[in-house]
């Protein structure tokens, strides 16, 4: 009985099934175990970027970098790999590049005390400029090599029925919930977000909080760039553009606060569930994609809207 | 006769269940003070917020002049004339003192502008009347919590309202403030005005209050006259049961130096000494304004300082609340809604917030069963009143939620207990218990220092007191030389430095 209250009470988790009963009555394909699956792969990218965007709105900030970040270090694996370089090396690299770009974001956040959002614009501008300079504004291919069609595997390779992008979604999500539920990290990133005053007079070193936010967000965003470059074999100089929205979105439809201190995974879960559904349904239902952006844009702001009149209402 | 400005009827609220107030009724009448007490949790916030319709009752009527009325939001009731100093802090810290007073009310020229100069002309004469000498330009983050606390009532009176509720509005003055506010409660009830006076300090009561209503446990207990009534009869009504003694102070013997201060100075403070020994509780009494509570910051590592601090005879650094707690140094924060607790969070984590490290195995992952265990006794030791530990601070009443501050800080099982105003809000049964713990972490060898606006607290429960007069040490007290006058005296700076042990 409670736990059905409860989940009556997630707001999330009810637009994501009514969206689902929608999309499945207008169009009976969308239930079929090809297009379920096609729905989870394409929403692993999104997902895994909005993990870190979740931190990051935790706290009470933000990481518009995101996408510029994944441009980037798919850029570098992409270049890495078609010189030969083992895969397990490129990967490392890869993620340890965005890990170290997302301290920099939040070394400009603490100890240069910058808004978030205009550190991270900041980190935009200058990486898709660092990305046209190295990629010359040409795709970058992972060429041909036995180590690039190893390093496919990871964006098109299957463990079982399922692709394997999405097993690196839900270990993402695993992972991120373990953190932020029970690690001392995680609690002082809510601490943070709610009262940083009280969490600094707790004896915690709120920046050091950050920058492990920020490195998180940036490692997460470079593991979207490998999933991305290893699904189109090859790193497109304005892979990630707009991205940073599409990761708010999620999070923010998954009922975490902007103002920070509030928010859970599995929301950003559902809400990156709720977008790849919409995106999926917009495709089945053949809009034209001028107007897909048209109907995304009314239903993010719409789900957003109703949450807000619910917190509001005593 | 008394005439009725306001009655409110058989009042039930229940929070998400819980049964917060049961069938209370409560009477504010024209030109009197009515005292509104209970325990920490009792429901008297609740009930008056209520009244000003912040939330909406259950069940039950209000009458205003006579008529049935209902407020949805408090500009409804503002509008009615009500108006209401609330217990927690309400200003926006980044406007000023006039700003705040006028926010939303500000008075506009016919074309839609702001007249800045009646704001503020307006916003002085309140200011004046409380005897607030700031520049109502002055932003609010720049003032003291006390004079925050001020602010707040120059606002409420500004209303000009017909009932003014106060909900604790002396917690963060000195006598002096506290004496100015009555002045100006006075002039209002000769204006016809009628005053609920919610309070912890109980002779507060018996000076300004003409009735008293008691609730206990969200009950109504019941309505008395001040004047056939007493402060034991009162407390009785409040807890159910006689009180013994107030202040339990304890004799203990005193040991070593502990920790020592020697010349220290910062752009709060100057050339601060003394030195805590052993299982010695040292009070710190002084005005609005001297600097007490940026002291014990600068102590904790908020405030960089020149000087040396030693402790056990070795000299530390202090550059961050970090390094105080593991010195063993823990501060409980004069004002908890800012940085001594984190309302949006559970009791369980803001208990165990400052020694999770405790709580953490080698690979950082919380023991949540340790912790839960942790937060339990707390809340069952000093008898926090709470739905559980889950429960949000926010939904805490104020009393309580103080419990919960000093709970966090115990739990880092600290050498020296810095307490900034402990009290402040905290009602009389669980008062004596947060006596009865200082004494048991005594008895425990723990150096404590209690700053506090409440004299007789600081007579009733330190062996020292140390007096401070902007930013400086003006004398020690042993207690047993201690007076209201001479504390008085040494605070308001009349004197030089008398000795120290
Ligand atoms: N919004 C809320 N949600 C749930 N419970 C609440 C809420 N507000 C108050 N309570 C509970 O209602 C009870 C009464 O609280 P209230 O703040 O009225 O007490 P109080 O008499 O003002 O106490 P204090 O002297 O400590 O200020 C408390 O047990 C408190 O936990
Ligand atoms: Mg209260």
């Known amino acids: 009985m409670t736990t059905i209250k409860k989940l009556l009470k997630n707001k999330p988790l009810i637009v994501l099934l009514a969206a689902s009963v929608v999309v499945a009555i207008i169009n009976p394909r969308f239930l079929t175990w090809g297009n379920i699956l096609t729905v989870l792969r394409q929403t692993s990218i999104n997902a895994v970027i909005a993990t870190g965007m979740t931190f990051a709105i935790l706290i009470g900030g933000i990481d518009l970098s995101v996408g510029s970040v994944l441009g980037f270090c798919g850029a570098i694996a992409a270049a890495m790999i078609s010189s030969g370089i083992n895969v397990f090396v490129v990967v490392i690299t890869a993620l340890m590049l965005g890990t170290f770009i997302g301290f920099l974001n939040g070394t400009l956040i603490t100890a240069g005390r910058l808004q978030p959002f205009i550190a991270t614009l900041g980190t935009v501008t200058l990486l898709r400029g660092l990305i046209l300079v190295f990629t010359k504004g040409r795709p970058i291919s992972t060429g041909s090599t036995g180590a690039s069609e190893a390093f496919g595997k990871i964006g098109t390779g299957f463990i079982g029925p399922i692709p394997i992008p999405v097993y690196i979604m839900i270990v993402v999500f695993i992972l991120a919930y373990y953190i932020l539920n029970h690690t001392r990290i995680g609690r002082y990133i809510y601490a943070t977000g709610s009262n940083e005053e009280a969490t600094i007079y707790s004896g915690i070193k709120t920046s050091r909080v950050k920058l492990f936010v920020y490195s998180v967000s940036g490692m997460t965003a470079a593991l979207a760039g490998i999933l991305i470059t290893a699904r189109l074999g090859s790193a497109q100089p304005t892979a990630g553009a707009g991205y940073e929205l599409d990761a708010i979105a999620a999070v923010v439809l998954g009922g975490t606060s902007m103002a920070g201190g509030v928010g859970t995974i599995a929301g950003t879960a559902i809400g990156a569930l709720i977008i790849g559904i919409l995106n999926n349904a917009l495709n089945l239902m053949k809009v034209p994609s001028y107007y897909q952006d048209v109907a995304k844009g009314i239903v993010i702001l719409a789900a957003v809207l109703l949450d807000r009149k619910q917190k509001l209402s005593r | ?501």
């Open chain 2, 1 to 501: 006769m008394k005439d009725i400005a306001v009655s409110m009827k058989h009042i039930t609220k229940n929070f998400s269940g819980i049964n917060v107030l049961k069938d209370v009724s409560f009477n504010i009448y024209k030109g009197r003070v009515m005292a509104l007490v209970g325990e920490n949790g009792a429901g008297k916030s609740t009930l008056m917020k209520i009244l000003t319709g912040v939330y909406l009752k259950t069940d039950g009527e209000i009458y205003l002049d006579g008529s049935e009325v209902s407020f949805n939001d408090t500009h409804s009731s503002q509008e009615a004339g009500i108006a209401i100093i609330h217990q927690e802090l309400n200003l926006v810290k980044d406007l000023s003192i006039g700003e705040n007073i006028f926010l939303g009310r500000e008075p506009v020229s016919g074309r839609g502008r702001i007249m800045w100069k009646r704001l503020y002309e307006n916003s002085e004469y309140w200011l004046k009347k409380l005897g607030l000498n700031e520049n109502p330009r002055e932003l609010v983050r720049n003032l003291s919590v006390g004079k925050q606390q001020l602010v707040e009532i120059a606002k409420a009176l500004s209303i000009d309202a017909k009932v003014i509720i106060m909900d604790e509005p002396t917690g963060a003055l000195t006598p002096a403030e506290t004496q100015k506010l009555f002045n100006v409660i006075n002039d209002l009830k000769r204006e016809g005005k009628s005053i609920v006076y919610i309070s912890h300090r109980l002779q507060e009561i018996f000076e300004i209050c003409d009735d008293v209503t008691v609730l206990r446990d969200g009950e109504l207990i019941g309505e008395k006259s001040v004047s056939e009534t007493d402060e034991d009869k009162v407390i009785e009504m409040m807890v159910g049961r006689k009180l013994s003694e107030q202040y339990p102070r304890i004799e203990t013997a005193i040991g070593q130096d502990v920790f020592r201060v020697e010349s220290l100075s910062n752009e709060f403070v100057k050339d601060i000494s003394f030195s805590l020994r052993q299982s010695e509780t040292l009070g710190v009494a002084g005005l609005m304004g001297s600097s007490r509570t940026e002291l014990m910051r600068t102590l904790y590592g908020i405030y960089p300082y020149k000087g040396d601090i030693f402790l056990n005879g070795t000299k530390i650094k202090i550059l961050s609340p970090m390094d105080a707690l593991n010195f063993g140094i823990a501060y409980v924060s004069e004002d908890r809604k800012t940085n001594g607790i984190i309302t949006d969070m559970s009791v369980r984590d803001n208990i165990t917030m400052s020694s999770l490290k405790k709580f953490t195995s080698a690979l950082g992952l919380i023991n949540k069963n340790k912790e839960q265990a942790s937060a339990n006794n707390y809340i069952e030791t000093m008898s926090i009143k709470t739905a559980g530990t889950y429960q949000l601070l926010k939904y805490l009443s104020g009393g309580n939620q103080q419990k919960v501050s000093i709970a966090k800080n115990l739990n880092t099982s600290p050498k020296i207990l810095i307490l900034d105003e402990p009290t402040r809000g905290v009602d009389v049964g669980a008062r004596k218990d947060i006596y009865d713990l200082i004494n048991k972490f005594k008895k425990e060898g723990m150096c404590i220092i209690v700053v506090s606006s409440d004299i007789p607290e600081v007579l009733g429960i330190c062996d020292r007191i140390m007096v401070m007069h902007e930013g400086k040490i003006s004398g020690f007290l042993q207690q047993k030389d201690a007076t209201q006058e001479a504390i008085m005296t040494l605070a308001v700076g009349k004197d030089v430095y008398n000795d120290d042990h």
